[in-house]
């Protein structure tokens, strides 16, 4: 059974960080203001995380400059700190420069990842995959993910169109689904055992996971002698992978047919550090 491809995004990010930046111009002073579905973060606040992690990531993957690290094992913790007091410091700055300075970090930013062998070894492992060590197409692609699903929830904020086109959406769910062999390392099953996870729409897709020995892997389609198959709609799939919606929520509207026990595991899964 064949293994899935590579996802490759460094050639999306430009398009990708103009649409966030005419989406932070048109908004007025009350949306900046606005609530989103990130507890205890409004719009500037995730706009000023967006600034705060390009900056991170210019200085320590392109510049190896690595101001400290985690001291007492606690990874999470660490980048959890990080970034409130990104957020402390760039939620200061008035919406103009705030966007000037997006501009430019992520111009910087994309150049990079165009500049890297998506085969190389990355800086940064993609962790909520369960890798300790990462090539670059992966980690380029987590943090595809990132600027896209941050910049959703400021859409979904203040009532814009989401970025849901197969271009963008797929590849963020299909970085969002690496994290199922790692998710379900703990969950038991027969040898064999084929669990098939879709994500309807435009930008929709199909992944099926697949016990072999006493492991999981990702495979390419399959669709006979499936033991669960589990349906997700669109507007709710980025949502379940970034703590954006609650497990009963998105039990309510994801539709699973065979062994519930294994195949709903997956609401519970992150593809996010924290």
Request: hydrophobic share 45%.
């Amino acid at each position: 059974m064949k293994s899935l491809e590579p996802i490759i995004t460094a050639h999306l990010f430009p398009q990708l960080d103009e649409q966030l930046v005419v989406l932070l111009r048109s908004l007025n002073a009350d949306e900046w203001n606005a609530p989103t579905i990130v507890p205890n973060w409004r719009v500037k606040d995730i706009a000023a995380h967006l600034l705060d992690t390009a900056l991170r990531r210019l200085s320590l993957a392109r510049d190896g400059y690595f101001a400290e690290a985690p001291t007492d094992g606690d990874f999470v913790g660490f980048i959890n700190r990080l970034n409130h007091e990104g957020v402390t410091v760039y939620r200061r700055l008035s919406p103009s420069v705030l966007i000037a300075l997006m501009e430019v970090a992520t111009r910087e930013c994309a150049e990079h990842f165009a500049s890297l062998n998506p085969f190389g070894k990355a800086v940064f492992a993609v962790s909520w995959a369960g890798e300790s060590e990462s090539l670059n197409w992966f980690d380029i692609a987590r943090e595809f993910t990132e600027r896209w699903h941050h910049q959703q929830q400021i859409r979904l904020a203040v009532n814009r169109e989401g970025i849901m086109t197969r271009e963008f959406y797929f590849p963020v769910l299909d970085a969002f689904m690496r994290a199922l062999p790692f998710h379900y390392r703990n969950v038991t099953a027969v040898s064999g055992t084929l669990l098939r996870f879709d994500v309807t729409g435009e930008g929709g897709g199909s992944w099926t996971l697949f016990r072999e020995g006493e492991q999981w892997r990702l495979i390419k389609d399959a669709s006979e002698n499936l033991v669960a198959h589990i349906t997700i709609p669109p507007e709710i799939a980025w949502r379940i992978f970034t703590k954006g919606l609650s497990q009963e929520a998105a039990r309510a509207q994801t539709h699973c047919t065979g062994d519930e026990a294994l195949g709903l595991q997956v609401l519970r899964m992150l593809s996010i550090v924290g």
